[in-house]
């Protein structure tokens, strides 16, 4: 299949159909699952969420070995722009390998990797491009956030590293030490010292009992009075690490004038602000990185996750005033994955010619639109947020608060509604305060065939474990 345009047609042709969601269906057991919870770590998360064995994969939609189909609005945790096996990103991997590419090369360069390259900086703004360099890291995003660490560390010559509530940047030791949930933390010790926390605007929960645009003029203002202050006790940070949309913390963007009042505080006290974009960029907003709907410019951007084309690879980009690296001061044996590469450059090629980031914004507003007519009968549902095509759904208990007056999260709920949407063929992830927050992240190329049927089967699901108001 060399035919560019058969690729294409192929590319919007779906062989495994929808199931209709009509009948409730018992989740198949198999020997592939016995066999991994026989033999894997007890540390595995998504089988007990999901308890699959996926025999094949096509677009947004997966089957596994019962037979079974499910739409995928999980894609990898959003590592799949495109979905699975999308036939212009397989074509381009399978060409490269029987030609002979190399699978890993370090960082020697290759014809393949000088695409790479060219295709993210045609892909980022023009103004932040201009002057800006890259450099590869180890496979996963967090091997990028701890380059990103030690890159502003040395650059400033500080030690301090700001990140907010609810903030996810991996799961190593420095990028863990970031971390908002206390969860996976609990048991750790030794964790990177010198890191301070600071609120991230959340209306739902907002730290100042105000929410709305007060409660991040609230937010901001404190973050900014704090490092102004010399009794604050802490000191001035190397950087501020944020994610423009929080992901595992529950689906929180931050707004357009809170993310350029951050931009203006760090430039203004010479802090470099680092934006994580592992799970939120790449089109996912509806913009290719979601920093651009506050026509700000970071100084130092991570990527992961799409960026290789659902194949592991992690990168940063940074001014090229910041690269104070001596040669070989930071490593990594996987950082020259150059079948990712290939996958990458196809992908955010794909993801241009396509305008997918438009499709995205356009399929996550007719998606938000559907999940919020269904606050008003159910009661439980508390909020419906996001940007693009990373939506979320916040469940509480009615009527109930927490301890600070918020409403009282409700993760057995949202665990019910997840398990009734996967019965009828709908994969949703979780995150948030408690895991009570209800996440979409499907491919960016979603149609609206699929997103009807995603807002349906959820409207079941809810409709099924409904609370009394």
Same mark, same amino acid.
């Given at each position: 299949?060399?035919?560019?345009?058969?690729?294409?047609?192929?590319?919007?042709?779906?062989?495994?159909?929808?199931?209709?969601?009509?009948?409730?269906?018992?989740?198949?057991?198999?020997?592939?699952?016995?066999?991994?919870?026989?033999?894997?770590?007890?540390?595995?998360?998504?089988?007990?969420?999901?308890? =699959?064995?996926?025999?094949?994969?096509?677009?947004?939609?997966?089957?596994?070995?019962?037979?079974?189909?499910?739409?995928?609005?999980?894609?990898?945790?959003?590592?799949?722009?495109?979905?699975?096996?999308?036939?212009?990103?397989?074509?381009?991997?399978?060409?490269?390998?029987?030609?002979?590419?190399?699978?890993?090369?370090?960082?020697?360069t290759t014809p393949v990797k000088d695409v790479f390259i060219q295709e993210v900086m045609r892909f980022l703004p023009v103004e932040f491009a201009r002057d800006a360099c890259i450099q590869f890291c180890g496979p996963s995003g967090a091997d990028a956030v701890e380059a990103a660490i030690k890159l502003a560390k040395q650059f400033t010559g500080r030690n301090t590293i700001a990140a907010f509530?609810?903030?996810?940047?991996?799961?190593?030791?420095?990028?863990?030490?970031?971390?908002?949930?206390?969860?996976?933390?609990?048991?750790?010790?030794?964790?990177?010292?010198?890191?301070?926390?600071?609120?991230?605007?959340?209306?739902?929960?907002?730290?100042?009992?105000?929410?709305?645009?007060?409660?991040?003029?609230?937010?901001?203002?404190?973050?900014?009075?704090?490092?102004?202050?010399?009794?604050?006790?802490?000191?001035?940070?190397?950087?501020?690490?944020?994610?423009?949309?929080?992901?595992?913390?529950?689906?929180?963007?931050?707004?357009?004038?809170?993310?350029?009042?951050?931009?203006?505080?760090?430039?203004?006290?010479?802090?470099? =602000?680092?934006?994580?974009?592992?799970?939120?960029?790449?089109?996912?907003?509806?913009?290719?990185?979601?920093?651009?709907?506050?026509?700000?410019?970071?100084?130092?951007?991570?990527?992961?996750?799409?960026?290789?084309?659902?194949?592991?690879?992690?990168?940063?980009?940074?001014?090229?005033?910041?690269?104070?690296?001596?040669?070989?001061?930071?490593?990594?044996?996987?950082?020259?994955?150059?079948?990712?590469?290939?996958?990458?450059?196809?992908?955010?090629?794909?993801?241009?010619?396509?305008?997918?980031?438009?499709?995205?914004?356009?399929?996550?507003?007719?998606?938000?639109?559907?999940?919020?007519?269904?606050?008003?009968?159910?009661?439980?549902?508390?909020?419906?947020?996001?940007?693009?095509?990373?939506?979320?759904?916040?469940?509480?208990?009615?009527?109930?608060?927490?301890? =600070?007056?918020?409403?009282?999260?409700?993760?057995?709920?949202?665990?019910?509604?997840?398990?009734?949407?996967?019965?009828?063929?709908?994969?949703?992830?979780?995150?948030?305060?408690?895991?009570?927050?209800?996440?979409?992240?499907?491919?960016?190329?979603?149609?609206?065939?699929?997103?009807?049927?995603?807002?349906?089967?959820?409207?079941?699901?809810?409709?099924?474990?409904?609370?009394?108001?």
């Amino acid at each position: 299949m060399n035919d560019p345009r058969a690729l294409r047609l192929a590319a919007r042709q779906n062989p495994l159909p929808l199931v209709p969601p009509s009948a409730l269906r018992e989740l198949a057991c198999c020997a592939e699952l016995a066999n991994q919870e026989r033999l894997e770590s007890n540390v595995r998360s998504y089988p007990r969420r999901f308890p =699959l064995a996926i025999q094949r994969a096509q677009g947004a939609v997966v089957q596994d070995t019962a037979g079974q189909v499910y739409l995928d609005c999980l894609a990898g945790a959003g590592a799949l722009a495109l979905g699975h096996n999308h036939p212009e990103v397989v074509h381009s991997m399978v060409e490269n390998l029987q030609a002979g590419l190399p699978m890993q090369t370090l960082d020697i360069t290759t014809p393949v990797k000088d695409v790479f390259i060219q295709e993210v900086m045609r892909f980022l703004p023009v103004e932040f491009a201009r002057d800006a360099c890259i450099q590869f890291c180890g496979p996963s995003g967090a091997d990028a956030v701890e380059a990103a660490i030690k890159l502003a560390k040395q650059f400033t010559g500080r030690n301090t590293i700001a990140a907010f509530h609810g903030a996810y940047h991996g799961m190593t030791n420095g990028s863990q030490a970031l971390m908002g949930n206390l969860g996976s933390k609990q048991r750790r010790t030794g964790l990177m010292a010198d890191v301070h926390f600071f609120p991230f605007p959340y209306h739902l929960r907002c730290k100042f009992g105000q929410g709305g645009e007060a409660g991040e003029r609230a937010s901001i203002r404190y973050l900014e009075s704090v490092l102004h202050d010399q009794e604050s006790g802490i000191v001035k940070p190397a950087a501020i690490i944020v994610e423009p949309i929080q992901g595992e913390g529950g689906v929180l963007p931050a707004s357009v004038a809170w993310l350029r009042e951050l931009r203006r505080i760090t430039r203004e006290l010479d802090i470099l =602000l680092i934006l994580d974009e592992i799970q939120c960029g790449v089109g996912r907003s509806g913009r290719h990185f979601a920093f651009e709907h506050a026509d700000i410019v970071p100084d130092v951007l991570v990527m992961s996750k799409a960026v290789g084309g659902g194949m592991p690879l992690s990168c940063l980009v940074f001014n090229k005033r910041f690269d104070n690296w001596n040669p070989g001061e930071h490593a990594g044996t996987f950082r020259g994955n150059q079948i990712a590469m290939v996958a990458g450059a196809t992908t955010l090629q794909i993801i241009q010619r396509d305008q997918l980031a438009r499709h995205a914004s356009r399929m996550g507003s007719l998606l938000l639109d559907r999940l919020m007519t269904l606050r008003a009968d159910h009661p439980c549902i508390a909020d419906v947020r996001g940007k693009g095509l990373m939506l979320g759904v916040e469940i509480v208990v009615p009527g109930k608060q927490d301890a =600070l007056g918020h409403p009282l999260a409700d993760a057995g709920q949202a665990n019910r509604i997840q398990r009734s949407a996967l019965q009828r063929g709908l994969i949703i992830e979780k995150g948030g305060r408690h895991g009570a927050v209800l996440r979409f992240l499907p491919p960016l190329n979603i149609t609206e065939e699929q997103v009807d049927f995603a807002a349906r089967v959820f409207a079941q699901a809810a409709e099924e474990n409904r609370t009394p108001a």
